[in-house]
């Protein structure tokens, strides 16, 4: 079956830097996705990693290892704004979406 | 600003009243999806149309049904709700529907049944 396994809820201080993990088995890949949603709000786009290595955009990185089946999300410089949920969905042979439940991010000043 | 629109952005109906939600979307994308996502569950997804062709997932439930009049519309329509259908119910796009291709979500209908 295809699993994505992230932590539920991570707490951080703001000006602080976290790391949300995630560990997925899904049947073949093509890449993974990191979205943020707000409480009640849409899911954003964060990154898309296909290649393993760190891909940094400003405050946000994510980090991709193919072999292990595992990808991070670097947060840095926290601000309370960053306080939503953190989706990790790669995406399956069949060119599928497949979605975590994501993890609740609390930011505490 | 080109976006998507999610109409109404609350929603209440009574158990077994047909209830129609909409989607409208200036992007110019190909690709409309429609999922359901439950509080603190992953988003699950119920269909999507590439261009005019529809593709259901195969666990979707026959009460749901979607139309896509044209490229900017999508509509999602519930024929009996009942309680378990309670929901927030995203629409997205994309640009061509490759698997790279981020999704572009509007904000959502959070659907009440009473």
């Known amino acids: 079956g295809q699993n994505i396994d992230q932590p539920t809820e991570m707490t951080a201080t703001e000006g602080a830097i976290v790391q949300i993990n995630c560990t997925y088995q899904t049947s073949g890949f093509n890449g993974l996705f990191w979205y943020q949603q707000h409480a009640g709000e849409a899911p954003t786009f964060l990154s898309y990693n296909v290649l393993d290595g760190l891909e940094e955009k400003g405050r946000f990185s994510s980090f991709l290892s193919r072999s292990k089946g595992y990808s991070y999300l670097l947060l840095k410089e926290l601000q309370m704004k960053d306080s939503a949920s953190y989706l990790c969905a790669p995406v399956d042979s069949n060119y599928q979406l497949i979605w975590g439940a994501g993890t609740k991010l609390i930011i505490k000043p | 600003d080109a976006m998507v629109i999610q109409n109404p952005r609350y929603q209440v109906t009574q158990f077994g009243k047909p209830v129609t939600l909409s989607c409208s979307q200036t992007?110019?994308?190909?690709?409309m999806y429609w999922y359901q996502q439950k509080s603190s569950q992953a988003p699950k997804l119920l269909f999507h149309y590439y261009d005019k062709d529809f593709n259901n997932e195969a666990d979707t439930p026959d009460n749901f049904q979607s139309r896509r009049p044209n490229t900017s519309f999508c509509f999602l329509d519930i024929r009996s709700p009942g309680l378990g259908d309670a929901a927030m119910y995203l629409c997205a796009t994309s640009g061509d529907g490759t698997y790279n291709s981020p999704l572009h979500f509007g904000n959502g209908t959070r659907l009440t049944v009473t």
């Open positions: 992007l110019n994308h190909n690709v």
